[in-house]
């Protein structure tokens, strides 16, 4: 399912972070939407199938989801907690490992304000500059390298 990414579509770079849905919850049930190893397997197609395609993509560290009537429930109605989310991204950091992939983790300037957008969910103005920026950074300092 992770696999919908394409070289159709273009782009130079393509950066990918893939937590919040698998690590959330099954639609109308208290279930977790995907177990680490189940993901751990997933995305290991997916890192195969773009990398058959040529893609020149990176991995981006996924956010925390603020702790909220679903995630604080107890017990959790929704599963993207901290903790669950370090899950993810720890499979995700050693896949991109694996399979040499460019891993930006974001922590440093995420972290402080993993709480803050208004929707719980998506970071906007200047944070989502600041972001942005220090994504763009690395990828300009990976060209300067040759990548």
Not at 102 to 116: G, L, R
């Amino acid at each position: 399912r992770n696999a919908n990414i394409t070289k159709d579509t273009m782009c130079n770079k393509t950066i990918i972070a893939l937590v919040q849905w698998s690590a959330g919850r099954k639609i109308h049930t208290y279930a977790p939407g995907v177990l680490l190893p189940q993901y751990k397997e997933e995305l290991r197609k997916s890192i195969e199938t773009w990398k058959s395609l040529n893609m020149d993509f990176y991995f981006r560290k996924g956010h925390y989801s603020p702790i909220g009537d679903l995630i604080g429930a107890c017990p959790p109605r929704d599963h993207r907690s901290p903790p669950v989310i370090d899950g993810y991204n720890e499979v995700i950091r050693n896949l991109a490992r694996e399979y040499s992939v460019p891993f930006i983790d974001t922590s440093d300037i995420i972290d402080p304000i993993w709480d803050s957008p208004e929707d719980f969910c998506h970071l906007k103005g200047i944070n989502l500059l600041t972001e942005s920026l220090y994504i763009l950074k690395q990828v300009l300092h990976d060209l300067k390298l040759g990548r």
